[in-house]
């Protein structure tokens, strides 16, 4: 291979088999690692001298955050209709977007949207949020990391930032434990501001009556307290699914909460008050909430993005309103966005004509679209937006129906 212009390698004494490279002058934004290496054809064994890169500063790596996408920015109409002629996942995106902008214009329709996988911290929020504040989605059923570790901890003032190649490549993961910085594939977060998130949390636990509480009451709280600590749009803060939430009366369901940085806060709000009474969760009562959300609305519709316990929580209240003693309909509509494969049999990859089988989602409007998060929902959501098919929905404000529900 050639040899670098600038700078050179440094030759050791002709009797020596060293090279020693030094790296060479690169621009900000390349690979770090980069050396140009050249050694002469030798008969006798030869070492080569390789610079030692210059560890980064936690300042350096957390400087490049995730930017939100707005869908209010781009109009995809005309690109998603021209889907509708071509095959594939294209064609199947293309009548995922019609089923979610007619499950919207549908009157009678409740939406729940099922978030599972690392999406806030992915530069989807913006997009949950403006479905919540036009009554595009009606109650939310989520992880607790993307609520919690990422929605409430950017609400907080915190940011994903963006991770370059080599850090990305996982090379270098032992560094960034040493920095306290965590990573999700391409995307960092500073593990000491995570820190701050569960201290948060411990603080709202420790303000709430010492009972059982599901994880709806729970981030209704969280949204409280973002209000109450000025953390909100109004006073400068970021918008937040939380908070939002809060103001428009959606429900936000996490079954699996303590799986989160909330659940860091409940165990140190828990060990805190050792023997005395204390905030705990109840998943009953979760399940509870939402099947009372069925009955009182029977028409409902399903976005999930992702699958696990979201998709089969949401999917489960049908049968629950059935062993309640009310017969309701399977959901009439129900997309779902996902990368997983039917064929390992688990439930994230479980198609929507296989819950037909189990007398949960209704077959006429039912759309499978196996496609990454990040690049199919912002099609399908600003389909819909575009297409002003949430101009005529009215505010279901379902936390109202539930705030008298006791267990």
């Known amino acids: 291979m050639p040899m670098p212009a600038t700078p050179g390698p440094t030759a050791a004494p002709s009797d020596s088999r060293i090279l020693i490279v030094p790296p060479p002058s690169r621009p900000a934004d390349s690979d770090p690692t980069a050396a140009a290496i050249h050694l002469a054809p030798t008969s006798s064994p030869a070492f080569l001298c390789y610079p030692e890169r210059v560890m980064a500063t936690k300042k350096e790596l957390l400087s490049n955050p995730i930017r939100h996408i707005d869908i209010r920015q781009h109009n995809v109409v005309a690109l998603v209709d021209a889907m509708q002629s071509m095959a594939y996942s294209s064609r199947d995106l293309a009548r995922a977007a019609s089923i979610y902008e007619r499950m919207l214009r549908d009157q009678d329709c409740g939406v729940i949207l099922c978030l599972a996988g690392s999406l806030i911290s992915a530069g989807l929020k913006q997009i949950f949020v403006d479905l919540i504040r036009n009554n595009m989605v009606d109650a939310v059923v989520s992880t607790g ?140 009562k979760d399940f509870y909430e939402l099947t009372q959300l069925k009955i009182a609305n029977p028409t409902t519709g399903l976005f999930m993005i992702g699958g696990g316990v979201p998709k089969n929580f949401a999917q489960d209240i049908v049968v629950a309103a059935d062993i309640l003693g009310n017969e309701a309909p399977m959901h009439k509509y129900a997309i779902q966005i996902t990368v997983a494969d039917v064929r390992d049999g688990a439930l994230s990859s479980s198609t929507l004509k296989e819950a037909s089988s189990w007398g949960k989602v209704d077959t006429t409007f039912e759309q499978m679209v196996y496609s990454e998060a990040t690049l199919a929902l912002p099609l399908i959501a600003g389909y819909a937006w575009h297409k002003k098919a949430y101009a005529e929905r009215r505010e279901r404000r379902w936390s109202r129906i539930l705030d008298p529900v006791t267990v």
């Open 145 to 284: 990391a993307n609520i919690v570790d990422q929605d409430f901890f950017e609400a907080l003032g915190f940011q994903h930032y963006i991770a370059d190649e080599l850090y990305k490549s996982g090379t270098q993961d032992g560094e960034l434990r040493e920095l306290m910085i965590d990573r999700i594939y391409d995307t960092l977060i500073d593990e000491e501001e995570l820190r701050l998130c569960d201290e948060t949390t411990e603080k709202v636990a420790d303000s709430l009556p010492p009972r059982p509480h599901s994880s709806r009451e729970f981030i209704r709280a969280m949204g409280a307290w973002l209000e109450a600590n000025g953390k909100t749009p109004e006073k400068g803060g970021a918008d937040s699914i939380v908070y939002s939430a809060y103001q428009k009366d959606v429900p936000i369901f996490c079954p699996a909460f303590s799986d989160c940085s909330a659940g860091f806060g409940l165990v140190a709000h828990q060990h805190k008050r050792q023997d005395k009474p204390k905030v705990s969760l109840d998943s009953a």
